[in-house]
């Protein structure tokens, strides 16, 4: 089995990787403007699960993760073309919620720092 590290490594290659054929390669007009956020391999390098995001949040989730399906293998022997690994890792797709989660949460600070600034009175 690979050491942590090592599973880090071809975790952040396929990461980079992805990205950039999602940019140059891919002309599905479903994964236009959506970026990965975090791909984690298992141990046995079976499955490589990757986490998307959109500019526009998750309105697109559903039609962005179809795309991801419908490409799947096309993407697969790409990345295996550019990865040299023995056995390369089924890929699975998952919605990361996180950029939308800080970004509501920024608002919300923003909110509170608007109401304890004190209002110019003069």
């Given at each position: 089995?690979?050491?942590?590290?090592?599973?880090?490594?071809?975790?952040?290659?396929?990461?980079?990787?992805?990205?950039?054929?999602?940019?140059?390669?891919?002309?599905?007009?479903?994964?236009?403007?959506?970026?990965?956020?975090?791909?984690?391999?298992?141990?046995?390098?079976?499955?490589?699960?990757?986490?998307?995001?959109?500019?526009?949040?998750?309105?697109?989730?559903?039609?962005?993760?179809?795309?991801?399906?419908?490409?799947?293998g096309f993407i697969r022997s790409m990345l295996?073309?550019?990865?040299?690994?023995?056995?390369?890792?089924?890929?699975?797709?998952?919605?990361?919620?996180?950029?939308?989660?800080?970004?509501?949460?920024?608002?919300?600070?923003?909110?509170?720092?608007?109401?304890?600034?004190?209002?110019?009175?003069?």
């Open positions: 089995m690979p050491s942590p590290i090592r599973l880090q490594r071809i975790a952040d290659r396929i990461r980079r990787e992805l990205s950039e054929m999602l940019i140059r390669e891919i002309a599905d007009p479903r994964l236009k403007n959506i970026y990965v956020t975090d791909v984690k391999v298992d141990r046995e390098l079976a499955f490589a699960d990757i986490y998307v995001s959109a500019v526009e949040g998750s309105a697109r989730r559903q039609e962005i993760l179809e795309g991801l399906e419908h490409a799947r295996a073309g550019r990865i040299e690994l023995r056995v390369f890792p089924r890929l699975r797709f998952h919605w990361d919620p996180t950029p939308e989660h800080a970004d509501h949460i920024e608002r919300l600070l923003a909110s509170i720092r608007q109401k304890e600034k004190p209002e110019d009175t003069e």
